[in-house]
């Protein structure tokens, strides 16, 4: 295409939301008129179907649960009064304890004021608040976060050692929708039992956020933690940045949760017309599906020309792959559908994994976000009219124009500046694009049986290392493996039970061992004494 085409392209394709200053650019996606008017019946049905999302249909069949992330911006789109309600409530209490935290109103016991936040969860409860905290704390945060996310011993005592001499004034947010999910369990029991060991009461510095009458909401009520706020099971895990899960550390940590909820409300207005060139998530939903053929054959990779936005390649890895991860569609077929998603950002990724994607293998797309404010205030000049932030822009630009010269798709995504009203509407604008994908390649896009699979599979994993322990205590002699398996009557997994004895050996638990670790046959299992 020669450069009047490509620029008349451009100016065809190009969306600017005035309101947002947002602009997208899909014009270096190669699709044709053609496939647009082909692919209008898709557009027409997925528009419908979001419709009746947002009016309350249930959207989670395995929960029968409705998805309604969109009423916490908007609470009188919700389907009852109550929910309403309950979304208004929520948020006043949000903004209420953290102002009375950050005046000293509520304070620790030793101290006048917190001066930390740990916050512990998984998934979608770490994953939105650790992108928020990276794009939008302040550099003088009234409170300093950090976060849990995993239940990795060593990970959990590497975070807790930085906290060591402020553990006496950090508020802990404990985020567990059912509060028996075991990686913020056993993050919050870890950490109560460090507090504990230094003589500080948890239920003074710990909040909960959660459903109520759970296992958790249950501890925090009986045990008399500082606070609770609502989980509300019609939200997502990966879609509850703008609840609690996300509001409650935000606000704590002093960024603007209001400005979060206008950027998002204004974005999910824009992405509710029902037109293809005045509807941003439908634009990148149906680039998505070109790029891909609708089954998700070339990845995602997403450059943020932006150091705040680090994270957000990592957000939407959750975002986007849990949601369009499936085996099956929903009228039961196998289909394998999906979009892989990395990234980090730019223009540290030119000087890493830029090559491949210019000259190696053509398995991906991009999407660069682009931000137009370099920074608060002047700028030198590091060369003569030229300043550091025109640097990044021009590498942004060269970047997408050498790619594509190679037969290479890209997106462009920009914004004007980095603040909580454009990151709320970045937010809702890929929620929006996932959801109408997720009906266009007829996938459900809300539920995760994936997830759950690998639940109930580290389940059956630790029930056979409880087995395995009470044969070899039991036992009047050492074992061998294959007699080890047959006693604890699963001799079919013997590989296994190899690695639970090897797990437990190398913790100096419960089980010793001697032999070759090397070479299994010759290992003797017996009680560690």
């Known amino acids: 295409m020669n450069a009047a085409a490509l620029w008349q392209r451009y100016q065809d394709w190009l969306y600017y939301h005035e309101g947002l200053g947002f602009y997208l650019d899909v014009s270096r996606m190669r699709f044709d008129d053609g496939f647009v008017d082909a692919m209008q019946p898709k557009l027409s049905q997925a528009f419908q179907q979001m419709t009746e999302l947002e009016a309350g249909a249930i959207a989670n069949p395995d929960e029968n649960r409705m998805v309604g992330h969109y009423w916490l911006r908007d609470p009188g789109l919700a389907p009852n009064a109550e929910i309403q309600q309950e979304i208004h409530t929520t948020v006043e209490a949000i903004q209420t304890f953290a102002q009375k935290v950050h005046s000293g109103e509520i304070h620790p016991p030793l101290a006048e004021k917190y001066t930390d936040v740990l916050s512990i969860g998984i998934g979608g409860s770490a994953l939105g ?116 899960v996300g509001l409650v550390p935000a606000a704590l940590q002093g960024i603007d949760i209001a400005a979060m909820l206008r950027g998002a409300k204004e974005m999910d207005a824009a992405t509710r017309i029902p037109e293809l060139k005045r509807n941003p998530a439908a634009l990148l939903a149906l680039s998505w599906y070109a790029a891909g053929n609708g089954k998700g054959e070339k990845d995602m990779v997403v450059l943020p020309y932006k150091d705040s936005l680090l994270l957000f390649s990592r957000y939407l890895q959750q975002l986007v792959m849990e949601s369009l991860g499936k085996e099956k569609d929903l009228n039961g077929n196998v289909v394998h559908q999906g979009i892989a998603v990395y990234g980090n950002k730019g223009t540290t990724d030119q000087h890493a994994y830029v090559q491949q994607l210019r000259d190696g293998v053509a398995n991906f797309f991009l999407t660069f976000i682009e931000v137009l404010e ?85 389940a059956a994993i630790l029930d056979l290392q409880r087995r395995v322990v009470q044969v070899v205590q ?10 080890l398996a047959d006693k604890v009557g699963t001799p079919d997994q013997i590989e296994t039970i190899y690695k639970v004895v090897r797990h437990l050996h190398a913790n100096h638990r419960l089980v010793a061992v001697s032999g070759d670790l090397g070479k299994p046959d010759s290992l003797a299992i017996a009680p560690l004494r």
């Open 474 to 483: 039991e036992a009047e002699q050492p074992l061998s493996l294959v007699a």
């Open 374 to 458: 370099d920074r608060q205030g002047e700028s030198i000049q590091v060369e003569p009219g030229v300043t550091s932030g025109d640097y990044l822009f021009g590498l942004l630009q060269g970047t997408r124009q050498a790619i594509y010269e190679n037969q290479r798709d890209s997106i462009t995504v920009t914004i004007p500046q980095v603040n909580p009203y454009t990151v709320g509407a970045l937010i809702a604008l890929y929620e929006r694009a996932v959801g109408l994908y997720g009906f266009m390649v007829n996938i459900n896009a809300y539920h995760q049986p994936g997830v759950e699979a690998g639940k109930k599979a580290a």
């Open 129 to 244: 608040p650790q992108f928020v905290a990276e794009a939008l704390a302040p550099v003088n945060a009234p409170l300093t976060i950090h976060f849990i996310d995993n239940t990795d011993p060593a990970g959990i005592d590497r975070t807790l050692a930085k906290l060591q001499d402020r553990l006496f004034s950090t508020l802990v947010i404990n985020i567990s929708k059912s509060g028996g999910t075991p990686e913020p369990r056993n993050g919050m029991l870890e950490v109560k039992r460090v507090y504990e060991q230094k003589g500080l009461k948890f239920a003074n510095y710990a909040i909960a956020i959660t459903t109520d009458g759970s296992n958790l909401d249950k501890l925090a009520k009986s045990e008399g933690w500082l606070a609770t706020f609502p989980m509300f099971d019609w939200v997502g895990g990966r879609t509850s940045e703008m609840s609690s």
